[in-house]
């Protein structure tokens, strides 16, 4: 259960804010239509994270001991880092797709999510935990406790609490479990 709920916090932390986040607010805007909106996100980040947990597990399959576990630590202090730089909006994914409402966002949340901040922090934590299905499971249900809400309360959901405060929350998140990580690998302990 511990993959599942860190999972979830990490990734409902770190997507307050992030392009998805602000993917989800023109998406709602646009269409009007939050349901459609909604499924799109879960399905867009069911694929995007199963994919991204996957690889994080066949990888730390591979590699193992404490070099690897010092990388995946070191992984985590980049992410703190990264947490730090704001995102700006990616109307243009929304934009580049034709459909149906769901699908556009299917689409768009897919194409965004690559290569984003949630998407490498579930490889990390799967390869961390080696649990695809607990750390899909979470990664997804924190995606969907940060980017639901931002459906059916737009722009006023990230003025709750100013951005600045929840980036350096996600990054002292994700620079915590980086140390832990980091120690677990140096001194043997898990």
Known sequence: MEQFLISTGVVAVAE???KTQLLAIVLA???????????GILAATLLNHAAAATLGFA???????????????????????WALIPDKEDEDA??????????????????????D?????????????????????????GMMLANVPAVFLGEAATRVVPLKYVRV?????????GV???LAALFGTR
Request: no cysteine.
């Open 29 to 39: 805007a646009k269409f009007r239509r939050p349901w459609p909106i909604v499924l």
């Open 117 to 141: 901040k949630t998407q490498i922090a579930t490889t990390l934590l799967a390869a961390r935990f080696q649990e695809v299905v607990l750390v899909t499971a979470g990664t997804t249900l």
């Open 169 to 177: 929350g996600a990054a002292v998140l994700f620079g915590l479990i």
């Open 180 to 182: 832990w990580v980091l």
């Open 94 to 115: 929304a934009a580049a797709t034709h459909g149906g409402v769901f699908l556009t966002t299917l689409v768009a949340f897919f194409l965004v999510e690559i290569g």
């Open 59 to 81: 990888v730390a399959r591979f590699l193992s001991g404490p070099l690897f576990q010092i990388l995946v630590g070191a992984g985590f202090v980049a992410m703190a880092l």
């Open 16 to 18: 307050i804010g992030d």
